[in-house]
């Protein structure tokens, strides 16, 4: 006789700790039910039935699209809002000039007072996830409790969502509370506050995914960048690509560039015809976790489980992965739409717009159809690049470190850090122009340290203590890299190509990573030579690769005054050894002869 299927012990009393804190949430915001998140398939499939009924969600034209949806967000809520993004920690010294501050006691006061009977009329989503493989040692549990059947369906796709995840909090993991709102979306009443040292994030009046998706910037960056010192490892904003060369070598590269700077088409590159024999996978396209193994080299994790990306500009040219795996299963948002109900966005060589993001007939008066930071949400698992190591509870080693932002001038295409320690300083200098995935003025250039402003979650002057801490604990370092693709000419036209022939760079990076690529020693760091890089089928001027990879000193004397007084702004928690980097920088571009 068959043995009856054991049953699961229902969701809710799974984890006690869990359910002891949904029932105090449930008591301040008093919604009118409660569902307890499972991950399944079915689960999927009805939610998004009913936000289609509803009209909260579009079902695109589904023989080419199918599986897509179009979400519109209220038009003030449409970014990052980092003006109203607290780190609350008892000494506002922990939390550092890098962060806005308030103390845990007023933020709690503050967001109590907002959170109290919001869910009236609404359901309470209780959302167990995991961030990084399941069965990993390296991956890190939350909790999302939400209003926000949308941010279900993207939690469904970034992390590992469901009974897995509850199961591993009640085997003893610790796990992140986050409690979300939208509140009423008035910007007014708009806040998102973070408590490292409690391990709990609560987020009100914004749906936007950097906002909402608690488990994303607020969990694996802000909060885990706290655990990360306190535990000996490092949680950044990286992509993770993995790259085998002809010779069939393979290497891994962990890259920090501010968001909309071109992280996901550098994690998916596609090879130039040119440069035949290299495979390019992906591993991650936005956060690493990076820890240091037994090997004495630096480890690292993706602890996403999908994409959340910016959709203006992808199409077959910039980005054939990205352009194949978001026209199936794929949740757009504020994108505009053609006549026969397809996506559409800037960037786009075929199809027209005939309704924009806000849903309005498309009028070019009203700016961009899409709007600048429209986004998809698609599973990594869809991606034709995707890694097969991607899952592996270890994570993979990695061989060298890229920093990067835009910049129409200073700095060169790219350049190697004269050690650990230098390239710290490399990363803490890091500027880059403003975009359109944050509030703010785009194109005003800003400091962005190891493309982390938004997301540290404590004291950048300790941060960079403990980058320094964790290099000196390795015996096998990455080499460490910074990289320009945005340079401009005098007329503003971009002197490299990007894309795919940024691999040229990368190779030329491996190459030093295994001590046979030839470089320049200069004052700001190691240069390659134009006989470095594989130029082979590049057409590419001399005059603007000899641009690309010139240093003008007086340009960096002023660059590295205007780090000297960033830097300042840390005072004595400032560590010595980037203080001692500085001044060897400042010394080596005195000696004019020396660029």
């Not at 027209?352 to 698609?378: C, E, I, L, M």
């Not at 320009?484 to 491996?510: E, I, S, T």
């Amino acid at each position: 006789m068959a043995t009856a299927p054991r049953a699961l012990t229902p969701l809710s009393q799974l984890a006690k700790p869990v359910a002891d804190w949904v029932a105090n949430v449930a008591s301040l915001t008093k919604p009118d039910r409660i569902h307890w998140c499972d991950g399944s398939h079915g689960e999927i499939r009805e939610l998004r039935s009913e936000l289609i009924a509803s009209g909260e969600l579009h079902a695109l034209e589904q023989k080419n699209f199918p599986g897509c949806d179009l979400y519109r967000s209220h038009p003030g809520d449409v970014a990052r809002v980092e003006k109203v993004t607290f780190i609350c920690t008892t000494k506002q010294d922990d939390a550092g000039p890098n962060n806005l501050w308030m103390s845990p006691a007023d933020g709690h006061a503050r967001m109590r007072e907002l959170f109290s009977g919001c869910m009236k009329g609404r359901t309470l989503y209780v959302v167990p996830y995991c961030m990084g493989p399941i069965d990993s040692p390296l991956a890190r549990c939350g909790v999302e409790i939400t209003d926000s059947a949308y941010v279900v369906l993207n939690m469904a796709i970034m992390t590992r969502m469901g009974r897995p995840a509850l199961e591993r909090i009640a085997s003893g993991d610790t796990f992140v509370r986050g409690l979300h709102s939208i509140g009423e979306l008035d910007p007014n009443r708009r806040f998102i506050m973070h408590y490292p040292e409690d391990l709990a994030i609560e987020s009100f009046g914004s749906g936007y995914g950097g906002n909402a998706l608690l488990g994303k910037k607020c969990h694996a960056l802000r909060i885990a960048s706290w655990q990360a010192r306190q535990e000996g490892w490092l949680a950044e904003h990286m992509l993770i690509v993995g790259l085998e060369n002809p010779a069939g070598e393979q290497h891994y590269i962990a890259a920090a560039f501010p968001s909309a700077c071109g992280k996901t088409n550098l994690a998916m590159l596609i090879p130039p015809d040119s440069l035949k024999g290299w495979k390019v996978t992906t591993v991650g396209d936005d956060i690493a976790w990076l820890h240091p193994g037994a090997d004495g080299r630096l480890w690292a994790i993706n602890p996403e489980a999908g994409y959340f990306g910016v959709v203006p500009g992808t199409n077959p040219s910039t980005n054939r992965n990205a352009y194949d795996m978001i026209r199936r299963d794929t949740l757009f948002t504020n994108v505009a739409v053609t006549a026969d109900n397809q996506p559409w966005w800037e960037g786009l060589d075929s199809g027209a717009p005939v309704t924009d993001w806000q849903g309005r007939p498309y009028d070019p008066k009203n700016g961009p159809s899409a709007h600048p930071n429209s986004r998809f949400t698609v599973a990594a698992t869809q991606n034709p690049s995707y890694s097969p190591h991607a899952e592996d509870p270890q994570g993979v080693p990695i061989s060298a470190i890229v920093f990067g932002g835009r910049r129409r001038s200073v700095a060169p295409l790219v350049y190697e850090a004269r050690d650990f320690n230098h390239g710290v300083l490399l990363g803490a200098g890091m500027a880059s122009e403003q975009t359109a995935a944050a509030e703010g003025k785009v194109g005003i250039v800003r400091r962005d340290p190891m493309a982390m402003k938004p997301f540290c979650g404590y004291n950048f002057a300790d941060y960079w203590a403990h980058w320094l801490d964790i290099g000196a604990r390795l015996a096998r370092p990455p080499r460490i890299y910074h990289v320009n693709w945005f340079r401009r000419d005098a007329q503003g036209k971009f002197l490299w190509p990007g894309f795919g022939d940024n691999l040229r760079v990368l190779a030329w990076m491996l190459e030093r990573s295994a001590g046979r690529g030839g470089a320049t020693e200069t004052a700001i760091g190691n240069l390659p030579r134009a006989s470095d890089l594989n130029l082979a089928g590049l057409d590419i001027a001399p005059d603007a690769l000899a641009a690309l990879l010139a240093i003008d000193n007086a340009e960096w004397r002023k660059e590295a005054a205007e780090i000297r007084a960033y830097l300042g702004e840390f005072g004595s928690r400032l560590p010595a050894a980037l203080v001692h980097e500085l001044a060897a920088l400042e010394a080596r571009l005195a000696l004019r002869a020396w660029s």
